[in-house]
Each structure stands twice: as C-alpha cells, then as structure tokens.
C-alpha cells in the first residue's frame, strides 16, 4: 500500500513514575492513508493524546518514553528520529493543534509573529514575505481584517479565533498529516460547526490527511471516515465511521454509544456502562474492559483478546468474535 | 396542576467594570439582563446557552450567591430578595446547588463525613449519632459506599466526586436544586450514570431541579421544559419536545443544528452562524442576536422583541413572530 501516509505499529509509549511503569499506550497499530480523516475516540487517560504526542515525539522524557514499536511516516520509522530530524518533520511535514488555543498561543507574541515562525523556519523566506504569507493563511482559516488581525496579539481573539489561528499556523507550511487534538473541545457548539466546517475544507481543498484525536463520537460522524477507538491503553475497534457508529461490535463501543443521550429521539433511561475506567498499570491480565462488561466470561479475566479481523479494515478485540459463528453459545454457557 | 415552586421575574445582574486612575466604573457588563420564568413544583427545567450567555449566573443569582442588581425571585410565594443573610440560610435548607467542577468544589482537606455532614451541622443536626447515620443513609442513596465516609475527594473519581457533591446538596431533604454543568466535566459513560442517579432522586424525594448547561443532548435527555439564553437574555422557552421539534428563534434553530450528531446518516442541513457571540459589556442594541442572524429585519436592530408566549407555553423572544 503506497498511499499510506502514517502507520504505527505495535507502539508502546510508557511512563516511568514513582508508582512504576505505566502503560499508557499499550500495542497500537494503525494507519492514516494519504488525505484521509481518521479519528481515535476513547474516554479520558484511554491513551489517545498520548498517541499523537508519541508521533510527534512530544511526550515528556523522563517520565515518558517510547519503549517499543515503529511510527513510519512516509515508510520511513521516526519513532528513533534524532531531534534534527524531527525539527524537519514537525510544523513542515506534520503539524498539530491542540485543545486549549488559549494555552497553546504565546501572548507575548503577536500572531503574525507565531505563524511567520514556522514558515521562515522550514521555508527560504524573508520577513516580507513570511508575513504576507500569514496574511493569506488567515484569511484561508476565515479571519475578517486578516491585515489587521495579523498584528494582533492572543488576548484580543476570541475561543474560535485563537483556534483558526491555530490552525492557520498548522497549515503554515502545507503539512500532509494534521494532528488535531481535542480542536474544538473548549468551544461553543456554534464555534465547532465552523470550526469543523473549516477542517472539513481544508481536507478537500489541500488534500491534508487529519487524524482527530476527540471524546465526541458526534464530532466523529461529522469529518471521519474511519475510527479507531482505544480503551485503557489498547486498540480495542476499528472501521469505517459508520461501521463504528451504526454496527458497533466491541462491547465498549457498543456501551459508549448507547450511554449517549440522543437529540433527535426520546428516551426514558439512558444506558450506562457501570463502574468507571481503569488505572493504568502493568501486568494487568485478561481483557481490560471486562470488569465492566455485560458479555464478560471466565476467558475474559484469563487471557488478554487479540486484535482480531473481522472485515476489511475492520478490527474488534474480543473473544466474542473469535469464531464468528458459535461464540454465542460459548458465551452463554460459560455464563449459566 | 402542579404549584410554581420558583418565580423569577425581570432578573438583572450587572458587573461593574471599573478602570482608570481611581478604578471609577467605566462600564457594565450585562451577564443577565431581564430574564423571567417560572418552575413547576417536581419539575425539570433545563437552561441552555453558550459560554457567557448568563446561564450560571442567572443559577446563583437564584440562591443569591450572587447578588442580583434588580428583579424578583420567589420562592414558594415569598420574594426572597430582600432576605437577611440570617433568614436566608435558614432558606439555603430547601435551595441547593450542585457545581460542575466536582475537583474544586470538594474541601481536599475534609473527609467526605465533613463534606456531607457540614450542612447537617449548620441546619441543625447537632448529634453526632444522627449525623452518622444520616451520612451512611445518603452515601447509599448516590450509589457509594458507607466505608467512603472516612475518604478525602483526592481518593475519588470525577464520577465519584460528583455523586459526592449531589450526596452534600441532598443532605437537608432540599426542595430546589439548581445544577450548574453537573456532568460536563465527565467522560461519556459515567455521565449517564449521573444523569440517570439525578433522575432517580428527582423521582424518589419529588425535587425540582434547574438544570444549567451547554450541551443540548444532556438538557434534552434530563428536562421537562427548556429554555434558551443568548448574551443575557432569555430568547425562547418551550417543553422539550415542542422546543426541540419546532425551534422558533433563528438562535435555537441555528444552536440546534450545529451540533454533531452521532449518526453518519443523519441529514445535514446545518445553519452556520457567522462570528462570534458579542461582547455583554457592549451588546448589540435592539434584539441581541441580530448581528448573527441569517434572518434579521431592520426592526431588530432597534427594538429589543418581547418575551412573549406565542402558543400554548411557547414563549419566544422574536420580531418575526409578532
């Protein structure tokens, strides 16, 4: 497959902490093909952020580390890449926004300051034209007065402003892949459909592939075409987002959307998966989910269940798939 | 007919802005700006908006906890207004309120007993028995265990925290409860557990709550009637049904529509607002929403519309519907 743009495999990203080691992200495999918008969607400490900051190796060291498993951006592993050579790849190749765009600006700076960084950094530009240059990409992210606004400073923007900023400065230098964490997160549901709206035209017009690291499976039918969704360190279903939203197979998944409250219909109760996400640790045995699960048998406990394949490009992990026709009445009798 | 257990009549709440040399007010900021409605006795009503519409605000101006520049609040046929700080705690027993932030509201230096047992010992549970007991009685009833009372907040959970923050407003048998973001601080599967533990305590001790928050899913899942703020001002409010199937004002039509929904099939006729919500200090003159309005008139830059029903309980804050 040429066209794939990222592909982790097997990562595993630890923290080394007073506690001990610390799995975060436990064997995660997956792939971004060029153009493509791919989401992971868990819960909180699931291991999604940790994710994306192992691929941009932004993940605090000491305590973090990667300590296994290749990241191959463009069929080349940069899990081990030197700094130099990460300082190519990051804002050039790879770019990333994240959640707080009240945090992640600079208010010392102005913003046609922070944007004109990373041009005049990776392109062979003077000062003239880096700004001019950052005068285009605000107004490419929908920002009025953009000549003005480019000697603005943080403060003077708004949530939604700050974010496009944000994403102005990603796309500073064309990247291939934009990481984008929990974007629209801290912004007004009005503020996110412009936001995604944004992204969604940025992905057609640049062909810039996305992958959206988010808590919100309604943000996921909006831009993804396919998702990955982690659970306490793992991968534990892939697919296509509708395969993920209209046939869930894992039970997590299965839980996860049922627990949503739904706008469009009524409801009495809502469901709830009981108990709540699981510390992370090591040499844990046995499905991590399974304490919470309704389908939960003795193998469950035992033994840790395989990614298995289920369909093209479409993976569950859980003994309940493993052989597709029978796994009912197993379950059922191990369960009377 | 149920009775109205909360009247709240031209609420205003006006921050000061002070500035210059001598800190002079050199403004104000209109976080709410006449807002009335009325809750039913039992009755859920949930109070949507964006950030900074006033939506909290109005929520402790309510309890007071913020001291409202004009309007009336009744509570069971009494103004409490102009209640002394005395009468007013005593009144606190049946008004409570529960924070969105289940970190920072919890004391980290009190075991969850003198969280929960605090406001037995101001409204008068003197004996330690008692208290005991009663502390064990509602740790039970939000699903923890009596073993956790002698636990600090740093050795729970947010979902966990915030049961204990429900277990702390519960504790005086309270008739009103307002929710401010009860579960926007909590990952997707323990926030239906709290919303259906509110649920089931609505049902069981007959409360009424108002229910404030962002995320109209959340609001539309848990309230009876909802109401919609914009900058300050209440703009439409309705049963939930009616207002979420038959939205009148173009903000509630356009809110509704923006947000996701999970659902790859769902159709997508999505109304973009243009720019960002105003400032309060300066809000647009006439209605507050028509600089965003894909449906503006030129009436609506001048006169500020009525909050007025249109149909049965419809009410609406609209020219178009005059």
Do not use: W
């Amino acid at each position: 497959m040429s066209d794939v743009l990222l592909e982790l495999n097997n990562l595993h990203t630890h923290f080394f902490t007073d506690d001990g080691e610390i799995p975060a992200v436990d064997g995660v495999s997956f792939h971004v093909r060029k153009g493509e918008v791919v989401g992971i969607v868990g819960e909180s400490g699931c291991g999604k952020s940790v994710t994306s900051l192992s691929i941009m190796q932004l993940i605090p060291s000491p305590p973090g580390k990667i300590v296994d498993g290749e990241i191959n951006f463009k069929g080349e592993n940069i899990a081990k890449a030197s700094k130099k050579q990460m300082r190519k790849i990051r804002g050039n190749e790879i770019a990333m926004i994240f959640q707080e765009p009240m945090t992640s600006l600079n208010p010392l700076y102005s913003i046609g300051n922070q944007i004109g960084e990373a041009i005049l950094l990776h392109e062979k530009v003077n000062k003239k034209e880096a700004r001019q240059k950052s005068i285009n990409l605000l107004k490419l992210v929908g920002i009025p007065r953009a000549e003005a606004v480019v000697d603005e400073y943080p403060h003077q923007l708004s949530g939604g402003m700050r974010q496009r900023v944000m994403i102005a400065m990603a796309m500073a230098c064309d990247p291939e892949l934009l990481i984008a964490d929990e974007p629209t997160t801290a912004l007004d549901v009005t503020i996110q459909a412009q936001i995604l709206d944004l992204m969604r035209n940025l992905n057609k017009e640049k062909e810039t592939a996305i992958l959206l690291i988010t808590h919100d499976l309604g943000v996921v039918a909006e831009i993804c075409e396919r998702v990955v969704v982690m659970y306490a360190g793992k991968v534990v279903e892939e697919g296509t987002a509708k395969e993920i939203l209209k046939d869930p197979k894992h039970p997590y998944t299965q839980g996860l959307i049922r627990s949503l409250p739904k706008i469009h219909e009524k409801e009495q109760k809502l469901y709830s998966i009981p108990g709540t996400v699981p510390k992370p640790g090591k040499g844990k045995i046995g499905c991590r989910f399974a304490p919470r699960c309704e389908y939960a048998f003795d193998r469950c406990f035992q033994e840790d269940p395989k990614l298995l394949s289920i369909g093209n490009e479409r993976y569950t992990r859980c003994f309940l798939y493993e052989e597709n026709v029978g796994s009912e009445n197993d379950h059922a009798k191990s369960n009377s | 007919m149920p009775n109205p257990i909360l009247e709240v009549n031209g609420l205003k709440k006006y921050f000061d802005l002070k500035g210059g040399v001598f800190g002079r007010k050199v403004g104000e900021v209109k976080a709410v700006d006449d807002v009335s409605f009325t809750v039913m006795e039992g009755e859920i009503l949930g109070i949507v908006g964006e950030s900074g519409c006033g939506k909290s605000t109005t929520g402790k101006s309510i309890l007071r906890l913020i001291e409202p520049t004009a309007g009336e609040v009744k509570f069971e046929d009494k103004d409490i207004t102009n209640l002394n700080t005395e009468e007013m705690r005593k009144l606190r027993r049946d008004m409570q309120i529960i924070f969105q932030d289940p970190y920072a509201s919890l004391n980290p230096r009190h075991t969850v007993e003198k969280i929960i047992g605090e406001p037995l010992l101001v409204h008068g549970v003197k004996s330690k028995e008692e208290r005991k007991k009663r502390i064990k009685e509602l740790l039970e009833v939000v699903g923890l265990s009596p073993y956790h009372a002698s636990r600090y907040p740093h050795q729970f959970s947010g979902g966990q925290r915030q049961r204990i923050g429900i277990a702390r407003a519960l504790a005086n048998n309270p008739k009103l409860i307002i929710c401010d973001e009860p579960v926007s601080a909590l990952d997707v599967s323990v926030q239906s557990q709290i919303l259906n533990l509110m649920q089931d305590l609505r049902d069981r001790f007959n409360l009424t709550y108002v229910f404030i928050a962002h995320d109209l899913s959340v609001v539309k899942h848990i309230s009876d009637r909802v109401g919609v703020m914009y900058l300050g001002r209440m703009v439409e409010m309705a049963n939930k049904d009616e207002l979420y199937d038959n939205p009148k004002h173009p903000y509630t039509q356009a809110l509704l529509s923006a947000v996701p929904v999970p659902d790859p099939d769902a159709e997508k006729d999505r109304i973009i607002l243009e720019g960002d919500v105003p400032s309060p200090s300066n809000p647009p003159s006439g209605c507050a929403f028509h600089t965003r309005c894909p449906r503006a008139m030129d009436i609506c830059k001048e006169v500020r519309p009525k909050f007025e029903e249109q149909e049965n309980n419809h009410f609406v804050a609209c020219h178009l519907y005059e």
